[in-house]
């Protein structure tokens, strides 16, 4: 409330029994040395016994609530010099005479009544409210739809969607969205490709919003978009591609905890609400945003699931660092790392009890990243399933170790992998004849571990043909509140 009158100031609501409880007092309260103002919630008739020595308000429509910001009913605040002094919810007797200055009300009441929610806190009604008597400004455009327009329909027919049903961004949920991060809505982020747009956080909380996200995984959210926007990400070029690629957003740390995601028994799959929205929201940014639509500048000849959503935590422990920690960051840090990866190929390894054998399997299987007769293009994430990581751990490998074996494994003689060889007109250059090559550039193979303790499968994500300096190089942004 902008400016508040002298005195005592009641606000109630009839439904309340704390409320109903403390009604007869409001005579009291009106005699007092103190001016009596009186707001109702619900039902303009209560305390309308005061025979005039009180003013009751009605504010069914909520506006002197939400200014006073009561979240409890009732509630007595006294006001002097036009600035609140001190305020009670619920009945505290105690309270309650402390502030009106009568040391004999409520005697016969019991000492405590705890009270009720104010109608200001009803589902929805935070947001409509700061909208209706806030100074809530939005950047972004509202668009007009007809009264008749189903508003699911108009997402599609204006092109908002990823081809699945999105949630309506109405400025209720937008602000609600924003209401999960302490950045300003005005902040840009950077520029979207491809029409290299300006992405500001409110952008982002509108894509958010279509995305089923919740509140509290926009930091998350806005974490991928960051790391999506670095230059050395190339999302141009993932977008514009050919190949099958798209952001595969990994998390590390606390926040991956505190929002729910899930590392564990189908990671990679549906059902988990932060994964399969934080994901599609990213998505979603570059597509609204920054114009990023298949047919258009995604050329994808056949693109991937993985181009609706493709995010997941990182189970993270068990003897093994994070890749977070891997990539540089605290080990209680909370990361977004972002790789432009493919679908998922699966490795089945359900006899090697040996570390030796199991990296010998994985080497194999990560030959057939982009063809087994191609080295140097694609990077590779490597998820390894907990019982698979058992094997490692149990033996003392560190990631580290593994990955030195996997690159010993994965350096060939290139004369097996010249085009023509074996009778295979793909393949490398004959420059390469009598040399060794690597099948990964230095850096070019991630390994996290996630997934159920329950079988002894893992998986193979293969990298954009263009990975590296030149193509997508993996991006690690430390997610911010």
């Known amino acids: 409330m902008r400016q508040m009158p002298d005195g005592l100031l009641l606000i109630a609501k009839r439904a309340c029994p704390t409320c109903a409880l403390v009604e007869p007092l409001v005579s009291r309260l009106a005699a007092g040395d103190l001016p009596l103002k009186v707001y109702v919630q619900d039902d303009p008739g209560y305390a309308g016994d005061t025979g005039g020595a009180a003013e009751v308000v009605d504010d069914r429509e909520l506006e002197h609530s939400w200014l006073l910001d009561i979240e409890v009913v009732p509630t007595l605040i006294r006001v002097e010099g036009g600035r609140e002094v001190e305020r009670t919810y619920g009945w505290h007797r105690d309270d309650w005479r402390r502030i009106s200055g009568l040391p004999d009300l409520g005697a016969d009441l019991p000492a405590i009544r705890p009270g009720c929610g104010s109608k200001t806190l009803d589902p929805g009604m935070p947001e409509t ?13 509202t668009i007009a739809l007809g009264d008749e327009e189903d508003l699911m329909e108009a997402c599609y027919e204006r092109g908002w969607t990823d081809g699945l049903p999105v949630v309506p961004p109405t400025r209720e949920r937008v602000l609600r969205m924003l209401q999960g991060t302490s950045r300003k809505p005005d902040e840009v982020l950077g520029l979207a490709p491809p029409d290299l747009a300006p992405c500001t956080v409110e952008k982002v909380a509108i ?8 509140p509290e995984y926009m930091p998350v959210v806005l974490a991928a978009v960051e790391a999506a926007l670095v230059d050395e990400f190339g999302m141009h070029g993932v977008l514009c591609t050919t190949m099958f690629a798209g952001p595969v957003v ?3 740390g606390p926040a991956a905890k505190a929002v729910g995601m899930n590392s564990g028994v189908n990671a990679l799959g549906q059902g988990n609400r932060a994964n399969a929205t934080i994901g599609r929201a990213l998505q979603l940014v570059i597509r609204n945003v920054g114009g990023g639509r298949p047919g258009e500048v995604d050329r994808a000849t056949l693109g991937n699931p993985g181009k609706y959503t493709f995010c997941f935590a990182e189970a993270e422990g068990g003897g093994w660092d994070s890749l977070a920690v891997e990539r540089g960051f605290a080990a209680d840090a909370s990361t977004v790392t972002l790789f432009a990866g493919e679908g998922v190929q699966g490795i089945v390894d359900q006899k090697s009890r040996t570390p030796e054998s199991l990296a010998k399997s994985f080497a194999l299987c990560l030959r057939a990243v982009d063809h087994p007769k191609l080295a140097m293009a694609g990077d590779a994430l490597l998820v390894v399933s907990p019982e698979h990581s058992r094997v490692f751990i149990e033996a003392g490998w560190s990631k580290a170790r593994l990955r030195d074996e996997l690159t010993s494994l994965l350096t060939f003689n290139a004369d097996d992998m010249l085009a023509g060889a074996g009778g295979i007109a793909e393949g490398l250059p004959a420059a390469l004849a009598g040399k060794q090559v690597p099948k990964f550039r230095p850096g070019g193979l991630l390994i996290v571990r996630a997934g159920g303790s329950a079988g002894l499968f893992s998986a193979v994500i293969a990298g954009w043909a263009a990975s590296g300096p030149t193509g997508s190089t993996p991006v690690t942004r430390e997610i911010a509140t």
């Open 250 to 252: 990994v998390v590390n």
């Open 129 to 141: 409210l700061a909208l209706r008597f806030g100074d809530v400004q939005f950047a972004s455009r």
């Open 207 to 214: 894509n958010a919003v279509m995305a089923g996200c919740k």
